[in-house]
């Protein structure tokens, strides 16, 4: 029972939020924080309880650590089917603490309707956990499209618009929202795709992931329909033809907006790879392969590029996520074992890390109200802590060793090297322009001669303790990612075997 | 035929609400009195609702050569009555009570909808073109006054005027039709027709041209593109309550007499005339969504986007087999109750009555703040348009996809996925617009009177239906399944 919990809690706690308005503007705050409290105190207890050796496994009947089912539509087969493994149990775990962090952050920036703001916020977790632990493709359709809502109003109810008016946070909002929107439709018809053909096979008409695993598809049909899934999650990841949302919503989002999207929104795509569509279309994965891994080359070097040519500080930050989460889908297509892995702590990682840039450029922001880098420079010495730690985590998003990013970096690279040598080095080349966007960011905002004699007050408690919480998680999972591996471990192991066999059966084949 | 004591309980919904046409016209010469017509409408058309769950116990039934009483007619008459219900609820709230509100006669309004009902009735249970055209013309000529009810408004009158020429010019394309194919089939009623149609296996041109005709009528009716160009005029200028009628009872008939002709003689829909309805889908798609973007006019706005839900529900029309008549069913249900809220909360918007409906976008800004309930209805109206999980439209929008991959429809499921991204920027766009804050808004309720709060609590029970749908969709498919099921066998 503890699994549609996790899903109703911040659901609950949101509503509560918005009841609450009315008595304090501060209640609601604090309900937020104690909902997403319990939310990531329920995953560790998990993290402790459970057994993450199990985990769905190419050839056998899906195992899981926790499971939970319930009928929900009969007439197509659609039942409330939850299952947690040791990666959807990292993700939550990952949600329930950028939660807290987006509400901590939140409390001074909205001041607006904050129940309502708190509404949405919640929402979109209470949304993300689902994403994270559903099991039927109908259910998890549900999530994915259901998020968009609450992050649409977000963006556009509490966003800024661009100083010079051009981009407006509505525009953001909705752009973000059509983007997503219909590559969620893509993927719905290619789940209505498969699940017919489970039913012209078998006859029998479901959504349930375990079964449609089973599914006997032909090549052509296979890869249709993976591309349908591959859209989808490629816009959300974003793969680079389909990224021109992300700046820009991120750029007009509110910090904890940017948090959530950074964080946990562009993991789900990730994780949708990962749990959906290689293990379902494992023989198309291998064969497209090739294509996404120069898909994400790309991504990496043309994020790198533009995050360098950007002057606004959250842009730049919006375009290195482009970069790094090229990293993570060469990862994810190389199919090894080690390199899958690392993806895992890449994603941990990254999350941690682009959080704390979002909350840093939005302490900056709520200081210098500009979030444009020309109009920065020479803070080094103004704010007490805050550009010490920002270079702290510049250095993180560039891989240096002792942070997890560089981690999850070594190990994807050190992986993908046996499967594709020269994609590999190539990529290993875009960590160079990864220290060059992430420096010349410090660079601009921090030093170099002063704009204005203002000096600004130096950060508060709630501040510090959030960002030096990251930090000291980042160093952690830099120093000492094993219990973080072995959590995710068996999960990883499956995704390798359903990929790595498919792989090996393609390179023989020709 | 004799008709015998089962084909008056079969009949029960429809001869109900005749009667209370008669007592409703006898209690207006009698007494002007609004609220008592209103009071007369309702207990009619409630009983008329009742009435059909005997009538099931006698379906299916061929009531006479015209009509046939079966679930499926059963469903769509429930349908259809529960539309008018909600529509005569708004109407009441809208005219307005004493001196304030609307400055004509305010009880015609309700015997006007209670024929154009009664031709929804007729229409539903239609096996027989005399049937459909009885129907069709006791739905659309009513509607006509209802349209330009507020005459001295001159929207109104020229939206009415433009309704009845358009509309007569359909109904003569669908007489003309129906005479070729009587040429050519020697019959008039559906399984006739059907029959002599498959049994030459390719229908002559004769027949092909008589149905394409017949096409161009019910196009009219259904407002697809290209015979769409009333549409946002007549929306615009008819009284919000009635034009929540026409989108939803009055297209939900229609609609329904053309599922039944194509599944009683599936030969109409083969050949060149399932390519024309298929570029007509996905046209009507893709025009209505665009054509919407640019609306600041609620009213207009909703108008465009029924013709581009209409082309979705095409798509079920062209396929005709496997999922089809269930999506059918569900997508007009959702469809039907997305309607009603959204035009309900412009109806409340502009009660009672002023001189002009409150339809202009910057009226909406900010409402949010002063009405939160009356925007968490239209919200999740918007939503259910536009299809986004937790309401029901989604579950309209994914049979329709199911019913397209099933069938293999590319083409329409391709224009189906473009139109749902095209439309969601302008249901966004009135979304956000409800919610944008600003400074000056007092953040209170605007006072209401009783008869706007009875509006209001239907909206707020037609919002949480949308949603619970949207959850729990089970006893709708399983309502819908029935109805299906039983029409085929």
């Known amino acids: 029972m503890i699994l549609p919990w996790l899903i109703l809690i911040p659901f609950i706690g949101g509503l509560l939020c918005w009841l609450a308005e009315r008595s304090s503007a501060t209640l609601p705050r604090w309900i937020a924080l104690l909902t997403m409290s319990l939310e990531l105190a329920l995953g560790l207890w998990l993290w402790a309880h459970g057994d993450f050796t199990l985990a769905p496994t190419a050839g056998a009947e899906p195992a899981w650590a926790v499971e939970f089912k319930l009928s929900w539509i009969q007439r197509f087969g659609i039942s409330v089917h939850l299952a947690l493994d040791g990666l959807s149990l990292l993700m939550i775990l990952l949600t329930g603490l950028l939660g807290i962090l987006s509400v901590l952050c939140s409390w001074k920036e909205i001041q607006a309707h904050v129940g309502f703001f708190h509404l949405n916020l919640m929402w979109i977790l209470g949304g993300v956990v689902g994403v994270f632990l559903a099991l039927d493709l109908f259910m998890f359709f549900f999530f994915w499209e259901m998020m968009l809502v609450p992050m649409y109003f977000l963006i556009a109810l509490w966003g800024h618009s661009s100083a010079d008016g051009k981009k407006t946070r509505i525009y953001a909002a909705t752009k973000f929202f059509i983007f997503t929107q219909a590559s969620g439709l893509i993927m719905l018809v290619a789940i209505l795709g498969l699940v017919l053909v489970n039913y012209n096979s078998t006859g029998v008409i479901t959504f349930d992931y375990s079964t449609l695993l089973k599914t006997k598809l ?45 964080g946990i929104l562009l993991k789900t795509a990730a994780y949708g790879l990962l749990r959906f569509a290689l293990p379902l279309f494992p023989n198309a994965s291998a064969e497209f392969a090739p294509i996404a891994m120069t898909l994400g080359l790309i991504g990496i070097f043309y994020g790198a590029f533009l995050a360098f040519a950007q002057t606004d500080i959250k842009r730049l930050i919006a375009f290195s996520s482009v970069s790094h989460m090229g990293f993570v889908l060469i990862g994810i297509y190389s199919g090894n074992a080690q390199a899958l892995q690392g993806v895992v702590i890449q994603m941990l990682a990254h999350g941690l890390s682009a959080a704390a840039l979002f909350i840093l450029s939005g302490q900056l922001y709520e200081r210098l109200h500009t979030r444009d880098l020309r109009e920065m420079g020479g803070l080094w010495s103004k704010i007490a802590y805050l550009p010490a730690i920002s270079l702290f985590f510049a250095a993180a ?33 875009g960590l160079v322009f990864g220290s060059v966007y992430s420096l010349i960011m410090i660079h601009r905002a921090y030093f170099g001669p002063a704009k204005s004699d203002a000096v600004y007050a130096g950060m508060d408690n709630r501040e510090l303790i959030m960002v030096l919480g990251l930090a000291a998680l980042l160093v952690l999972l830099g120093v000492y990612p094993q219990p973080f591996l072995d959590t995710s471990a068996a999960t990883m192991n499956g995704v390798h075997h359903w990929l790595g066999t498919a792989l090996t059966q393609l390179a023989s084949a020709r | 035929m004799d008709l015998t004591i089962q084909h008056f309980i079969a009949l029960a919904p429809l001869l109900i609400t005749s009667a209370t046409v008669v007592v409703v016209m006898l209690a207006i010469a009698w007494r002007r009195n609004h609220a008592q017509t209103f009071l007369l409408t309702c207990a009619g058309l409630n009983l008329a609702l009742l009435s059909i769950l005997p009538a099931l116990k006698v379906t299916p039934l061929a009531v006479t050569p015209l009509l046939q009483v079966d679930n499926f007619a059963a469903l769509y008459m429930a349908l259809i009555l529960v539309a008018t219900l909600a529509c005569v609820t708004l109407a009441h709230a809208y005219l307005g009570d ?3 509100g609307f400055p004509g006669n305010r009880e015609e309004l309700y015997l006007l909808i209670l024929m154009s009902a009664l031709g929804g009735l007729v229409l539903v249970c239609a096996q027989h073109f005399a049937g459909l055209f009885i129907g069709l013309e006791l739905l659309s000529v009513p509607v006509y006054g209802l349209v330009a009810y507020a005459f001295f408004n001159k929207r109104s009158l020229e939206a ?25 089939a020697g019959s008039l009623s559906f399984s006739g027709v059907g029959a002599a149609l498959a049994a030459t296996g390719m229908p002559s041109s004769l027949a092909q041209l008589g149905l394409a005709m017949m096409l161009v009528g019910l196009g009219f009716k259904l407002s697809l593109v290209p015979f769409h160009l009333w549409t946002p005029d007549v929306y615009e200028g008819a009284p919000a309550p009635v034009a929540a009628f026409l989108a939803t009872a009055s297209k939900v008939a229609v609609f329904a007499v053309v599922v039944r002709l194509f599944q009683i003689s599936p030969a109409a829909n083969t050949g060149v005339l399932n390519d024309v309805l298929s570029i007509i889908a996905v046209l009507s798609i893709l025009i209505g969504n665009l054509l919407a973007l640019t609306q600041s006019n609620l009213k207009r706005l909703l108008g465009y986007s029924s013709i581009a839900h209409f082309g979705y529900m095409l798509i079920a029309l062209v396929a005709s087999k496997g999922l089809a008549l269930e999506a059918i069913g569900v997508y007009l249900v959702t469809y039907v109750i997305t309607s009603l809220g959204a035009f309900g909360v412009i109806t409340l918007m502009s009660s009672p009555y002023h001189g002009r409906d409150a339809d202009a976008l910057y009226e909406y800004r900010g409402l949010f703040w002063r009405r939160p309930y009356l925007t968490a209805v239209l919200t999740v109206m918007m939503l259910s348009l536009a299809g986004i999980p937790l309401t029901a439209g989604f579950i309209g929008k994914f049979y329709m996809i199911a019913t397209g991959v099933q069938s293999h429809q590319w083409w329409l499921v391709g224009a189906l996925v473009i139109g749902s991204a095209i439309g969601v920027f302008y249901y966004l766009r009135v979304m956000v617009t409800l919610y944008l804050m600003e400074k000056s808004i007092r953040r209170t309720d605007a006072p209401m009177k009783w008869e706007q709060r009875a509006g209001g609590v239907m909206l707020l029970a037609i919002a949480i239906l949308a949603f619970v749908l949207g959850v729990y969709p089970q006893p709708l498919l399983d309502l819908v399944q029935h109805a299906g099921l039983q029409m085929l066998g």
Do not use: R
């Open chain 2, 98 to 100: 004493g001196s304030s």
């Open chain 1, 218 to 262: 032909s090549p052509h049909v296979e890869y249709l329909l993976m591309l349908g899934f591959f859209i989808a999650f490629a816009v959300k990841l974003p793969v680079v033809p389909f990224h021109s949302w992300l700046p820009d919503a991120h750029a007009q989002a509110p910090t904890a907006g940017s948090v959530d999207l950074a």
């Open chain 1, 397 to 429: 998003s560039l891989g240096l060793p002792g942070t997890g990013n560089f981690v999850g970096e070594f190990l994807i690279l050190l992986g993908s090297f046996t499967i594709a040598p020269w994609v590999t080095a190539i990529a290993t080349s």
């Open chain 2, 160 to 184: 009415g005027i433009k309704y009845m020429v358009l509309s007569a010019a359909g109904s003569a394309f669908l007489l003309f039709g129906m005479a070729l194919l009587y040429a050519d």
